[in-house]
């Protein structure tokens, strides 16, 4: 064929390939040559054929699929008259799909294994797909995905999943019964002691042991479950006084056997030193086991770590309790070293600060730590903030963390602690099934009724999918996970008994997911969901699913919760979807992503506070989960800004971060922002603007994915998203 076409192909297994016409012109003389001579079709045809379908798919802006490759060899075979040759193709074509279907794994896993497939290759930006680990767990995910595919989850479910209408989200774990994410009873399993590994684990004699049990605690979790977990610092301090004491009567007997004065001043100076020592010892713990453990999954442990001043009692055990986020931050913003030695920006542990009272404004007691955390976040992307007073605003009082990234339990009077306090430690989420927005809005064509009929129809399909990951886990029995259901991370079941109790009554919760509220105004009313105009649509979208959810409830007794999804290779795989459905509609699927939950779209020019303001109305109707972002420059030498920001997170919007850039490039030691650019076949690579390398295996990149920090880079939609971002400040 003599037209170039640059328009990608993408193959059954995931992996994008240039589009070549020799391809058809042999899969149509395969067929040509089964029928009678008299009805063959000539070289001349076929060539018609072929070049029809290469100036359509050179006219084609994303790539295309495989399968409309094959539906328009079929109708270019049928235009030239073709008829006996189109029906030995469309014969052809269904045996090999029959043949493919005997063994639907067996492509995705070895694309897989090579690395070819794009939509899985980089499907989590903290796992790296090239380790045994991953690969191993990926395996085990194709065959659950296949299994669930073909007998577990109802086909009208899988067609709308693959359609990319819904997303039926971790399919990869559903054969094996596991949940999506929890907040850690840390509390309880230190205080009371656990299990791990059918080995007796006592409560801890000191500060630094606490420490060690907790990140063996985490790792044990993360290897039982495949969403995030949370745990809070406040649960570790009360073991502060305790190394306190055990330093102190040290320091007694010490000085007593070299007859030395035993001054009380003297005694405490020497024991607070020692602490604080060990307060460093233990928190380096923390931070350098949890990046470096590896749990069965290939990642490191998905883990935040909670820091709110106030969920411990006012005195020596807040002053503890402040000691610990000190040092946090501190080892924090330095960072941990790489292989080469450089000082980087790790994924995990997310970190969470609490804006409150005490520690928002300059002369407040706790203003020093807020001044660190803006440092902190400026150098690292982390802490993110949680405003006390917000939160307490739409959570009855309440405040506390979210389960990982963003899911957030649901504050229920149904289930409160000894002390009557609400629970929330303990507590969990059954799973997430996604809403694509913007397929409800193009299947309406931009009917106004229509589209309200539709996201009905589509909503009890989203409830019928919800209802199977329920019905997944009922019959669970709490052996499968004795750190879970058994030892103290969630509960305390008997040996044999199930996890049923657990899935109702506001235990856990499931989240109803949605996507793309941007992209749904601007196909149905022209205009991006921050004009005045459209606004009021998207609030009404937003109330209904927050309806729907609490109808399920009522009815059911299961706490459905609208969440805003953090869509990484989601984003891309709806992306391509939409436009296999509904070809290139500009605004609206013209792009490799689509937008994350409400959020404004990324290259929607808008300032810092507006942007958090306009958002803080849609995140009150994300109470299943939700997290806002602004995009800012290096703010090293401006920690003034940051704490301007911070305070109006405080003021204005419950959950929010701020997005900089932490990049370091071994090749030439430049430390600065890795830029995106496009290779010679179109590709999105990332290059260092000062030595012009693009060995990724020689970069060190860090960008907020969708509410954490990724690391292992990212596919083609979530790249192309990052490389549109625009700054809010």
Same mark, same amino acid.
């Given at each position: 064929?003599?037209?170039?076409v640059?328009t990608?192909?993408i193959?059954?297994n995931?992996?994008?390939?240039?589009?070549?016409?020799?391809?058809?012109?042999?899969?149509i003389?395969?067929?040509n040559?089964?029928?009678?001579?008299?009805y063959?079709?000539s070289?001349?045809?076929?060539?018609?054929?072929?070049?029809?379908?290469?100036h359509?798919?050179?006219?084609?802006?994303?790539?295309?699929?495989?399968e409309?490759?094959?539906?328009?060899?079929?109708?270019?075979?049928m235009?030239?008259?073709?008829?006996?040759?189109?029906?030995?193709?469309?014969r052809?074509r269904?045996?090999?799909?029959?043949s493919?279907?005997?063994?639907?794994?067996?492509?995705?896993?070895?694309?897989?294994?090579?690395?070819i497939n794009?939509?899985?290759?980089?499907?989590?930006?903290?796992k790296?797909?090239?380790?045994n680990?991953?690969q191993?767990?990926?395996m085990a995910?194709?065959?659950?995905k296949?299994?669930?595919?073909?007998?577990?989850?109802p086909?009208?479910?899988?067609?709308?999943?693959?359609?990319?209408?819904?997303?039926?989200?971790?399919m990869?774990?559903?054969?094996q019964?596991?949940?999506?994410?929890?907040?850690?009873?840390?509390?309880?399993?230190?205080?009371?002691?656990?299990?791990?590994?059918?080995?007796?684990?006592?409560?801890?004699?000191?500060?630094?042991?606490?420490?060690n049990?907790?990140?063996?605690?985490?790792?044990?979790?993360?290897?039982?479950?495949?969403?995030?977990?949370?745990? &809070?610092l406040?649960? +570790? $301090?009360?073991?502060? *006084?305790?190394?306190?004491?055990?330093?102190?009567?040290? @320091?007694?007997? %010490?000085?007593?056997e070299c007859?030395?004065?035993?001054?009380?001043?003297?005694?405490?100076?020497i024991t607070?030193?020692?602490?604080?020592d060990?307060i460093?010892?233990?928190?380096?713990?923390?931070?350098y086991q949890?990046?470096?453990l590896?749990?069965?999954?290939g990642?490191?442990p998905?883990?935040?770590?909670?820091?709110?001043?106030d969920?411990?009692?006012?005195g020596? &055990?807040?002053?503890? +309790? $402040?000691?610990?986020? *000190?040092?946090?931050?501190?080892?924090?913003?330095?960072? @941990?070293?790489? %292989?080469?030695?450089?000082?980087?920006?790790?994924?995990?542990?997310?970190?969470?600060?609490?804006?409150?009272?005490?520690?928002?404004?300059?002369?407040?007691?706790?203003?020093y730590?807020?001044?660190?955390?803006?440092?902190?976040?400026a150098?690292r992307?982390?802490?993110?903030?949680?405003?006390?007073?917000?939160?307490?605003?739409l959570?009855?009082?309440?405040?506390?963390?979210?389960m990982?990234?963003r899911?957030?339990?649901?504050?229920?009077?149904?289930?409160?602690?000894?002390?009557?306090?609400?629970?929330?430690?303990?507590?969990?989420?059954?799973g997430?099934?996604?809403?694509?927005?913007v397929?409800v809005?193009?299947?309406?064509?931009?009917?106004?009724d229509?589209?309200?009929?539709?996201?009905?129809e589509?909503l009890e399909l989203?409830?019928?999918?919800?209802?199977?990951?329920?019905?997944?886990l009922?019959?669970?029995?709490?052996?499968?996970?004795?750190?879970?259901w058994?030892?103290?991370a969630?509960?305390r079941?008997?040996?044999?008994?199930?996890?049923?109790?657990?899935?109702?009554?506001?235990?856990?919760?499931?989240?109803?997911?949605?996507?793309?509220?941007?992209e749904m105004?601007?196909?149905m009313?022209?205009?991006?969901?921050?004009?005045?105009?459209?606004?009021?649509?998207?609030?009404a979208?937003?109330?209904?699913?927050?309806?729907?959810?609490?109808e399920?409830?009522?009815?059911?007794?299961?706490?459905?919760?609208?969440y805003?999804?953090?869509?990484?290779s989601?984003?891309?795989?709806?992306?391509?979807?939409?436009?296999?459905?509904?070809?290139?509609?500009?605004?609206?699927?013209?792009?490799?992503?689509?937008t994350?939950?409400?959020?404004?779209?990324?290259?929607?020019?808008?300032?810092?506070?507006?942007?958090?303001?306009?958002?803080?109305?849609?995140?009150?109707?994300s109470p299943?989960g939700?997290?806002?972002y602004?995009e800012?420059?290096n703010?090293?030498?401006?920690i003034?800004?940051?704490l301007?920001?911070?305070?109006?997170?405080?003021?204005?919007?419950?959950?929010a971060e701020?997005?900089?850039?932490?990049?370091?490039?071994?090749?030439?030691?430049?430390?600065?922002?890795?830029?995106?650019?496009e290779d010679?076949?179109?590709?999105?690579?990332?290059e260092c603007?000062?030595?012009?390398?693009?060995?990724?295996?020689?970069?060190?990149?860090?960008?907020r994915?969708?509410?954490y920090?990724g690391?292992?880079?990212?596919?083609?939609?979530?790249?192309?998203?990052i490389?549109?971002?625009?700054?809010h400040l």
């Amino acid at each position: 064929m003599s037209i170039e076409v640059k328009t990608k192909v993408i193959k059954r297994n995931g992996e994008e390939v240039n589009f070549n016409a020799e391809k058809i012109v042999n899969a149509i003389r395969k067929a040509n040559h089964e029928v009678d001579p008299l009805y063959q079709m000539s070289d001349y045809q076929i060539a018609v054929v072929a070049e029809n379908i290469a100036h359509h798919v050179q006219k084609s802006t994303h790539a295309v699929h495989v399968e409309d490759i094959q539906d328009m060899v079929e109708t270019g075979i049928m235009e030239v008259r073709g008829y006996e040759v189109a029906q030995k193709y469309v014969r052809y074509r269904y045996r090999r799909e029959i043949s493919r279907k005997s063994n639907t794994t067996d492509d995705g896993i070895l694309s897989l294994l090579d690395h070819i497939n794009e939509e899985v290759n980089q499907e989590n930006s903290n796992k790296n797909p090239l380790i045994n680990s991953t690969q191993r767990d990926y395996m085990a995910g194709e065959v659950s995905k296949d299994l669930s595919r073909r007998v577990l989850v109802p086909e009208e479910i899988v067609r709308a999943h693959e359609a990319g209408i819904i997303h039926f989200h971790d399919m990869d774990y559903f054969a094996q019964k596991e949940h999506n994410c929890d907040l850690i009873n840390l509390e309880d399993m230190l205080q009371n002691g656990t299990v791990i590994s059918e080995t007796m684990i006592e409560k801890p004699h000191s500060f630094f042991t606490a420490c060690n049990v907790t990140t063996q605690i985490v790792a044990q979790v993360a290897s039982n479950q495949y969403g995030g977990q949370s745990f &809070t610092l406040a649960h +570790l $301090a009360p073991f502060v *006084e305790i190394s306190r004491q055990k330093i102190r009567k040290n @320091v007694m007997e %010490e000085r007593k056997e070299c007859g030395e004065s035993l001054d009380e001043q003297i005694i405490a100076r020497i024991t607070e030193r020692r602490l604080k020592d060990e307060i460093k010892s233990g928190i380096q713990t923390i931070q350098y086991q949890l990046i470096t453990l590896m749990t069965c999954n290939g990642q490191a442990p998905f883990v935040t770590v909670f820091m709110y001043l106030d969920e411990v009692e006012e005195g020596r &055990t807040r002053e503890d +309790l $402040a000691m610990i986020i *000190e040092e946090v931050l501190r080892q924090r913003m330095q960072g @941990v070293k790489n %292989e080469k030695g450089v000082w980087v920006t790790p994924a995990f542990p997310k970190l969470i600060y609490v804006l409150d009272e005490d520690n928002i404004t300059e002369g407040s007691p706790y203003w020093y730590l807020t001044q660190l955390a803006a440092q902190c976040t400026a150098k690292r992307m982390v802490p993110d903030y949680i405003s006390a007073k917000i939160m307490k605003e739409l959570k009855q009082g309440e405040v506390y963390t979210c389960m990982g990234c963003r899911s957030f339990l649901t504050v229920e009077d149904s289930q409160r602690n000894p002390d009557g306090s609400h629970k929330f430690y303990g507590r969990f989420n059954q799973g997430v099934v996604t809403l694509n927005l913007v397929d409800v809005a193009c299947s309406s064509k931009g009917d106004m009724d229509r589209f309200w009929e539709i996201l009905d129809e589509r909503l009890e399909l989203c409830h019928k999918a919800l209802r199977c990951r329920h019905e997944r886990l009922l019959g669970t029995v709490s052996d499968v996970a004795p750190i879970l259901w058994q030892n103290g991370a969630l509960a305390r079941l008997k040996k044999g008994e199930k996890i049923d109790k657990l899935l109702y009554n506001g235990y856990s919760t499931i989240s109803l997911g949605y996507a793309g509220l941007y992209e749904m105004c601007m196909r149905m009313l022209g205009k991006s969901h921050t004009d005045p105009e459209a606004k009021p649509f998207a609030l009404a979208v937003m109330q209904k699913l927050n309806d729907k959810c609490a109808e399920w409830k009522k009815a059911e007794n299961i706490s459905y919760s609208v969440y805003g999804t953090p869509m990484e290779s989601t984003t891309y795989r709806f992306a391509k979807c939409l436009q296999k459905r509904f070809g290139m509609i500009p605004g609206v699927t013209d792009k490799n992503y689509i937008t994350n939950s409400y959020h404004v779209h990324v290259t929607e020019p808008i300032d810092a506070f507006s942007k958090l303001k306009f958002e803080s109305e849609f995140q009150k109707l994300s109470p299943g989960g939700a997290i806002s972002y602004v995009e800012v420059p290096n703010m090293q030498d401006n920690i003034p800004a940051v704490l301007s920001v911070m305070q109006f997170i405080y003021h204005n919007i419950m959950y929010a971060e701020l997005n900089t850039k932490s990049d370091y490039c071994e090749c030439c030691g430049y430390d600065g922002e890795i830029a995106i650019v496009e290779d010679e076949s179109g590709k999105l690579v990332w290059e260092c603007p000062n030595c012009g390398s693009r060995d990724q295996s020689k970069m060190s990149v860090a960008r907020r994915t969708c509410g954490y920090i990724g690391t292992q880079f990212w596919n083609q939609g979530r790249t192309q998203e990052i490389r549109d971002r625009v700054l809010h400040l």
